[in-house]
């Protein structure tokens, strides 16, 4: 199912990552930078908490482990910018199998793997920021690709029966939305 999980959203992979080049690359201030990071926020707070409500231990030993939001509050604050909602996601509420919030934790992990160039790509633009401000993006840091293994490793190995065509569906809704998000969102 992973081998299928990546071929079925290379297209997608490749729209969103231009996107967000691009609003990288555009970045002039630790401000612009906040705010991307507060998009981001807006974003994955409600997806995070509602993929964490459906997949549990059993399924992914290291699931509590797997936080991202958190990250992103940490920059914001340490970025002096607010990390009050203002622009609430509805997406999430079109998850609700695990076959599906699978298929939304695929793209969560698998961005980690972007974010590694992404953070080296911000310290060379934006000289002035510190890795308290860029923990979103660091991620796991140098366990980055030992999480990412171990993740398939568990999707692999699950007893889980899974719905193939419901995960693949819900990556690429995911990736869909957050680009729109990215998009429209300011
Ligand atoms: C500047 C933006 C990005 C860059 C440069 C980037 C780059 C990468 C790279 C280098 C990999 C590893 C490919 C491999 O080893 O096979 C990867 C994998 C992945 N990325 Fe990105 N990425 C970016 C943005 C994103 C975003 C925003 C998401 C999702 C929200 C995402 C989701 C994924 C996923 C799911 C994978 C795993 C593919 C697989 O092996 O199944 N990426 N990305």
Known sequence: MLDHLKIATKTNHSSVEK????????????E????????????????????????DNTLLPDMSKRVHVANLHTDLINLNHSAAITTVNNYPDTISSISEAIGVLYVIEGSTLGGQFIAGMLKKQLPTLTDSQINYFLSYGENTMKMWKQFKISIENT???LDEESALNAAQNTFKALEIWLQTKQ
């Open 159 to 161: 007893t889980v029966v």
């Open 32 to 55: 612009e930078y906040a705010n991307l990071l507060f998009q981001l926020y807006g974003f994955y707070f409600e997806l995070e908490k509602k993929v964490h409500s459906i997949i």
């Open 19 to 30: 996107v967000l080049v691009q609003k990288l690359k555009n970045l002039s201030s630790q």
